[in-house]
């Protein structure tokens, strides 16, 4: 294997290893905050929204919230982490 394509592997690698927790971590702050009715004035939470909302969004048009409860967040949640495992079992 050649050097560029084993560095190109090697930052994929790290992008999925960190990146995706770092999303993950983006939603359960965001959901926290929402907890203590910290809505998007704040611009810390306007940025974690707009990091969020691409993963979040698709599901919630087929997952309604149940009463007070948001379920995308939790089907986003285990989907990115599904998509990481089966990412970093792909990679070489």
Known sequence: M???IYIAFT???VLVTYGIPLIILAM???AIASWFRIDERYAIIRFLARITDPFIDPIRRFVPPM???DMSFLIAWFMLTTLQILLLQALP
Request: no cysteine.
């Open 28 to 30: 359960l702050v965001r």
């Open 11 to 13: 930052v994929l690698r």
């Open 2 to 4: 050649s050097d560029a």
């Open 67 to 69: 009463g007070m409860f």
